[in-house]
């Protein structure tokens, strides 16, 4: 969800509220407290009856982690909402469809999905800190600082500056005064790669050194079964909707900490 689907800011921010962890429950309260202003207030903004100054758009936009471009777009969807007269919003209009229109010029230009070249896979795919390390800048608002990837994965600092140099030179990563944050999402390698057994195998090393030290909220499994082929076609349909539902799910999840499924299914521990 981007906010230039929505023409209309507030219901961007119910869909922005719906989306989040227990449907948003205390989200306004949140928002309050960042605007410095009471709940009362950002209640009779959502209902229509009040609207945010510019001020608080532009606060809200930091709140919110938007981008240069999506700040511009919010508040110009706020202004319009604030227009005294046709002929202002009629204006506002047009340049809310310029933005709008540049903008989806831009994502479709930019690729959440990056081929690596060989030299690129070779060291992404040689240990799972790194792709550890890309997943875990998505989990703060405001990226995350050297110090953060050393306390997370227990790695001395210049080996942190050295994963983090490679993963913003190969466009994983967006370094900005110090902190890091998830350029491109995913990576793709071709189906019967080396760099992609090399992936597997890194994956479930790390899940055999962390059963050793599970968590009580953590589940691992293995099981062996003696089975019919027609049940085994059945239970592969089985897993691989599940597979489809937990892609929907971590799509949609807001990004707090890292985890690991193999069908193991586990935090990321620090060595």
């Not at 690129?120 to 998505?138: G, N, Q």
């Not at 983090?164 to 890091?180: D, K, M, N, P």
Request: net charge positive.
């Amino acid at each position: 969800m981007t906010i230039f689907e929505f023409n209309d800011y507030r219901t961007y921010l119910r869909q922005y509220i719906r989306h989040l962890p227990r449907k948003g429950r205390g989200e306004l309260s949140k928002i309050a407290q960042h605007l410095r202003v009471n709940t009362t207030l950002i209640s009779q903004i959502m209902s229509g009856l009040r609207e945010f100054n510019p001020e608080q758009a532009l606060l809200l936009s930091e709140y919110l982690a938007h981008s240069e471009v999506e700040t511009e777009y919010f508040s110009l969807l706020i202004q319009r909402e604030r227009a005294g007269t046709v002929e202002l919003r009629r204006h506002l209009d047009k340049k809310i469809v310029l933005l709008k229109n540049e903008a989806l010029k831009l994502s479709k230009r930019i690729s959440h999905e990056k081929k690596l070249t060989d030299q690129e896979r070779a060291v992404f795919y040689s240990s799972w800190i790194y792709s550890a390390v890309h997943l875990f800048t998505s989990t703060r608002e405001k990226g995350v600082t050297l110090d953060d990837i050393v306390a997370r994965f227990g790695i001395k600092k210049n080996v942190a500056a050295e994963i983090v140099r490679f993963l913003v030179s190969a466009g994983l990563c967006i370094e900005r005064s110090g902190t890091y944050t998830m350029g491109v999402q995913s990576t793709f390698v071709e189906r019967g790669s080396p760099y992609v057994l090399k992936h597997y195998s890194n994956w479930r090393i790390n899940a055999i050194r962390r059963s050793e030290t599970l968590l009580d909220g953590e589940l691992m499994y293995s099981g062996q079964f003696s089975i019919s082929r027609s049940d085994f076609e059945k239970l592969r349909e089985e897993i691989t909707d599940f597979l489809n539902r937990a892609n929907q799910l971590v799509k949609d999840s807001k990004a707090e900490d890292i985890a690991n499924l193999n069908i193991d299914w586990f935090w990321i521990e620090p060595n």
